[in-house]
């Protein structure tokens, strides 16, 4: 299998500490990014906000670039709120 996938069980998923650990970032700033939609994909189960490993890395695989002039790709926006015409928005590719 191609994405690492054990026959029988389902996706790991993490919580907001692991998954924070995971890309980096603290807790606190991957709950900015939820609020201001500009984070990782996330599911509630429950009460509980937990978030796929696939989805994690394809936010990280967003912002990947190969140098600093490289007009590739997507932006990954800072935890803050996004207003249209904001300089963070412009440019900005939304597929």
């Not at 998923?13 to 939820?34: D, M, N, V, W, Y």
């Not at 984070?39 to 429950?46: A, E, H, T, W």
């Not at 912002?63 to 928005?89: F, I, N």
């Amino acid at each position: 299998m191609s994405n690492g996938a054990i026959p029988g069980i389902p996706p790991r998923c993490l919580r907001t500490p692991e998954a924070a650990r995971f890309l980096g970032l603290s807790g606190r700033t991957l709950e900015k990014h939820r609020t201001y939609g500009t984070g990782p994909r996330y599911s509630k189960i429950g009460g509980r906000v937990v978030y796929r490993i696939e989805d994690l890395q394809a936010w990280v695989d967003r912002g990947a670039k190969s140098s600093t002039s490289d007009e590739t790709g997507q932006r990954v926006l800072p935890a803050k709120p996004q207003t249209p015409g904001s300089a963070s928005l412009r440019g900005l590719v939304v597929r």
